[in-house]
């Protein structure tokens, strides 16, 4: 493709209160990102150029998308869903590290490995994604509105950085990014909403 968008949602009432996973609502804040997306994708898609609008399949994503216009085409997918924290999905980081203090530390030696217990490593959202990056890859004009892990494995693919590394790109929330493949790098553009 000759360039990609991606955004994480608006914040969540759940990124408000640190705790992961979910299916919550935006907050205050992640509203007014909705509101503000449609003039940032206008500054950097262009308002003649088509553009297609890929969510996940979560409230948080498909409310982030909710002001773009009407005329985009969108489509959810689950494929595009936060990485499924298993059992500790809906807990706060210190609520993990008290309750599965074992777990806790397993993920911070191997970040990229450690499945959640019922859950997902980000080694199985890589695969979970390849589907996505081959649509992606014979496509044009697509913004991706999806969550932390999961933008940060596709940044690292279009990057070429070595997945195993995707768990520490920083994706600030309230920002479009843009990312355009070149012969020998790929050039990333940011339009900060400033929120
Ligand atoms: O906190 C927001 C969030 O998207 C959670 O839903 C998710 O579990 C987490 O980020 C992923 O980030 P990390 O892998 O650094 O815990």
Known sequence: PRSVWLSRHGESEYNLEGRIGGDSLLSHR???YARKLPELVRQSVGSDRPLTVWTSTLKRTIATARHLPKHYNQLQWKALDELDAGVCDG?????????????FQARDEDKYNYR??????YRDVVIRLEPIIMELERSENILIISHQAVIRC??????QKPQEESPWVPVPLHTLIKLTPRAYDTL????????
């Open 154 to 159: 596709i940044y690292a693919y279009f990057m």
């Open 188 to 195: 990333v553009e940011k339009y900060d909403a400033k929120i």
């Open 91 to 103: 807990l706060t980081y210190q609520e993990i590290a008290d309750q599965y203090p074992e777990d």
């Open 30 to 32: 992640g509203e007014e």
């Open 116 to 121: 959640y217990r019922g859950g997902e490593s």
